[in-house]
């Protein structure tokens, strides 16, 4: 810890090839380099293998998870330990630029605002508001990187990978709470860690059955855009 550590940051790991391995280092190293925020890092490591003793020096806590199949519940687990008044969730294939944590941070300086992400460089719709006279900070969402008021945590029971962040989300609307990106900062998220093929599409599928049914009376225009794909 660092400080007056402001924000608890959850990375949690699963390795299990050792390209990912270097690719984690750069995710950590590009927190440390490129912002003046105290911060803490909790790292959940339920890598498999030879991958299963890794050390990771420069986090301030390892927690040591089975691989069960349920990351949403060990994402929870390093929500559990944190202890800023916010915490930043990031998966170990997303970097940061410089001033990430302040301009999370900015969106927080809104009364309504529950969740905070930035740009992000692999998306169609980052929109280039600097350059239009626009506000910089505009409603979104981005899964792999979203931070919100520490003591909040996902439904790990109803989903146990896909569609967690988005039920987040709606709970938060349903608070009236938003969430916003602030577009002054673009990370790239490299996505190479997604697991495709018929089981996970057949998961993602059963998830996204599971939010609808959930939410499904819900009147929230945001509801109707997660389920169409528009909000990512």
């Known amino acids: 810890m660092h400080g007056d550590t402001e924000i608890s940051v959850v990375l949690p790991v699963l390795i299990s090839h050792d390209w990912q391995v270097p690719m984690t280092q ?18 959940v ?31 929870n687990a390093g929500l559990a330990v944190a202890s800023a008044e916010y915490t930043l969730y990031m998966g ?22 529950g969740i905070a992400t930035l740009a992000s460089a692999d998306l169609m719709n980052t929109p280039l508001a600097q350059f239009f006279g626009k506000p910089l900070i505009l409603e979104g ?4 990187f979203m931070m919100f008021k520490t003591g909040e945590n996902f439904d790990a029971d109803n989903f146990p990978a896909s569609f967690a962040d988005s039920d987040m989300m709606m709970r938060m609307y349903s608070n009236g709470k938003r969430s916003y990106r602030n ?5 790239q998220h490299l996505n190479r860690q997604t697991i ?7 998961a993602f599928e059963a998830a996204k059955m599971t939010f609808s049914q959930k939410h499904g009376g819900s009147p ?4 109707r855009l997660i389920m169409e794909g528009w909000i990512t």
């Open 26 to 43: 750069c995710c950590i190293d590009s927190m440390l380099c490129t912002t003046d925020v105290p911060f803490e890092l909790i790292i």
């Open 45 to 75: 490591d339920s890598s498999i293998g030879k991958h299963s003793d890794l050390q990771w020096p420069k986090a301030d806590r390892v927690i040591r998870r089975p691989a069960a199949g349920n990351s949403t519940a060990d994402i």
């Open 92 to 113: 170990n294939d997303v970097f940061v630029r410089d001033e990430w944590a302040e301009a999370l941070l900015e969106c927080f300086a809104i009364d309504d605002c």
């Open 141 to 144: 969402l981005y899964g792999p």
């Open 183 to 187: 577009c002054r900062v673009v990370i």
């Open 196 to 202: 495709n093929g018929p089981a996970h599409e057949a």
């Open 220 to 223: 929230l225009l945001i509801f």
